[in-house]
Structure formats: C-alpha cells, structure tokens
Nanobody
Framework: HVQLVESGGGSVQAGGSLRLACAASKYTYMENCMGWFRQAPGKEREAVAG?????YYVDSVKGRFTISQDKSKNTMWLQMNSLNPEDTAMYYCAADRCTYWPNYNRLWGQGTQVTVS
C-alpha cells in the first residue's frame, strides 16, 4: 500500500524551475506532518523543507524553494526556483510526527529525480 507518491522531477538548466508534488493517503496526512528531503550521489540525505505550523528550510534553499500544502487534497508541493547544479539529487517526500522534524523516518515516497545542468 503506497502512501506517499512524488511527482514533478526532471531535468532543467541552471536558473530554471520545477515543482514537485507529494500525494499522500488521507490517513497519512491526518496522522503526520510532511517534509521534503534530498540525497545526492555520495552525499548524506538532508532535510530540505518541512511544514509544521510554519515552513522550515535548509539554508541553501531559503529564498529559492517554497513548500506548501493543501490538506483537503492530501497533497504537498515544493516549488523550486533558481535551481543550480548543487540542487541535483533524488528528492523524497517523507512523513512523521510533527515534532520529529527534521528527523522524519516513518514514511517515505519512492523519490523523484531532479537534475540541474
């Protein structure tokens, strides 16, 4: 039973934009808070953005990325602007207890690849 499904990844040139989406089951959204993570080849996974009472961002994406959600649609988005090659990674949607941010580990999506050249 797949509970988190990401979409919207792709390949863009530096300076471009992408919008990622994460669709969750209604139960998942009711019981958890959501966040975006990424992992580049050879690097550790990092928390990119979370949304829990407020929006939280890793310093490297502040001012460029925007996290949003529509709980009525059980969907979360990550608008990524001014992309640069350092943003290249597999992006994952994750869910966990709200207070666990940024150490979410309860549920993970399959990931969507973002490549910036």
């Amino acid at each position: 039973h797949v509970q988190l499904v990401e979409s919207g990844g792709g390949s863009v040139q530096a300076g471009g934009s992408l919008r990622l989406a994460c669709a969750a089951s209604k139960y998942t959204y009711m019981e958890n808070c959501m966040g975006w993570f990424r992992q580049a080849p050879g690097k550790e996974r990092e928390a990119v953005a979370g949304i829990y009472e407020d929006a939280y961002y890793v310093d490297s994406v502040k001012g460029r990325f925007t996290i949003s959600q529509d709980k009525s649609k059980n969907t979360m988005w990550l608008q990524m602007n001014s992309l640069n090659p350092e943003d290249t990674a597999m992006y994952y949607c994750a869910a966990d207890r709200c207070t666990y941010w940024p150490n979410y580990n309860r549920l993970w999506g399959q990931g969507t690849q973002v490549t910036v050249s």
